[in-house]
């Protein structure tokens, strides 16, 4: 249903953007007409959004209690422990990965102000591949060896060099390349099957970003973000959180659990957690802008978890309450707080940013 309403909500914006524009004059010709659909409109994003909206049920996992679902060949795959699943699972994972890297270098790889590459950025390119083939043996590790020993230390050097790596992006002042790289280790999180879910999620939000005018930016992103929980492979049951997120990188009987627990947090709450940087990095550089998207997406996320708390409520003598009302509340509400943390230590982190700039300002004068 609410892939339903994102899809509505993504064609009426669409045809609000074709009403706006200059029409093309008569007598009407193919260039111009292709000219008007995509030039001004941004036909090709409006397509690869639509697309990636009806491929949805491709990674989506059915509940006990959803009478004639069917599951569609990526998540019988991603489900299943046959060799065969395995292999294509890993496949579909390289394929993504490959995709995503040389996309996203060949767009952000040069920044506004130069033309070219610079050599940061050409060698943290060639650096991204190794990482790509340090995932890859991660999962081979898992999948077919099951080696956890080198799997751990896989994942541990696979954290290691992309913080590196994103602390040199960052430098560079390249923030597109630096969140690549910081997306790596979440990778390693979903494993190999829900990988190319996460890597459509991410391009789907930053292409919403970029078509969606910033006043109606805070009604998609609210739909947005249950949608990737359900993309993602989540569903709102309590057996469906994903427990095995908590031993990426970490050994069974690891002292700390704080890491165990973050990394469960994450897996389930990244539908929630990204956009809000997408958000940040699609407006103005001022933060009033941000902070005021942030909140009004915040206030449709609250009303939305205030109609699931009214649900549970109204039928609390249901006799599927404890399966389907009150686990749709917690989630929902799982989501609403993991968007309100978030949103608030970005708005301080860009807060004292600011402050930072205007101190060295002062010093320079």
Request: glycine share 4%; charged share 15%.
């Amino acid at each position: 249903m609410i892939r339903y309403f994102l899809q509505g909500l993504i064609l009426l914006i669409f045809i609000e953007r074709l009403q706006l524009c200059q029409r093309p004059r008569k007598p009407y010709k193919i260039s111009s007409m292709l000219k008007f659909t995509s030039q001004e409109q941004n036909l090709l994003i409006f397509m690869a959004i639509m697309l990636i909206l009806r491929g949805e049920p491709m990674f989506h996992k059915c509940r006990e209690e959803e009478i004639g679902c069917e599951l569609y060949y990526p998540a019988r795959q991603a489900g299943s422990l046959s060799r065969d699943a395995q292999v294509f699972r890993l496949l579909f994972c390289l394929v993504s990965l490959v995709t995503a890297n040389f996309t996203v270098f060949k767009l952000y790889g040069s920044s506004e102000n130069q033309a070219r590459k610079s050599e940061s950025i050409r060698i943290l390119s060639a650096v991204s591949w190794i990482l790509i083939a340090v995932i890859m043996l991660h999962s081979v590790f898992t999948s077919l060896v099951n080696d956890t020993n080198r799997a751990n230390l896989t994942a541990q050097i696979l954290l290691i060099a992309s913080v590196a790596c994103g602390i040199v992006s960052w430098r560079e002042k390249n923030l597109s390349i630096c969140a690549h790289f910081l997306l790596m280790p979440i990778y390693l999180l979903f494993g190999d099957g829900l990988t190319p879910a996460v890597i459509t999620f991410i391009a789907l939000s930053v292409m919403i970003c970029n078509f969606v005018p910033k006043n109606s930016l805070p009604s998609v992103i609210a739909l947005l973000i249950p949608f990737g929980f359900y993309h993602l492979g989540h569903s709102p049951v309590i057996s469906s959180i994903p427990w095995h997120a908590a031993f990426v990188g970490i050994p069974g009987g690891a002292a700390l659990r704080i890491l165990p627990a973050i990394f469960v947090l994450v897996h389930l709450n990244f539908s929630a957690i990204s956009p809000i940087f997408v958000i940040s990095n699609s407006l103005d550089s001022s933060s009033q802008q941000s902070s005021l998207r942030l909140t009004e997406t915040l206030i449709l996320m609250t009303i939305r978890a205030t109609f699931s708390c009214l649900a549970a409520s109204i039928h609390r003598r249901h006799l599927m309450v404890w399966k389907i009302f009150a686990p749709k509340f917690i989630f929902e509400c799982i989501l609403t707080i993991a968007f309100f943390l978030t949103a608030n230590l970005f708005s301080i982190f860009r807060k004292l940013k600011e402050w930072n700039n205007e101190r060295r300002r002062e010093k320079i004068q």
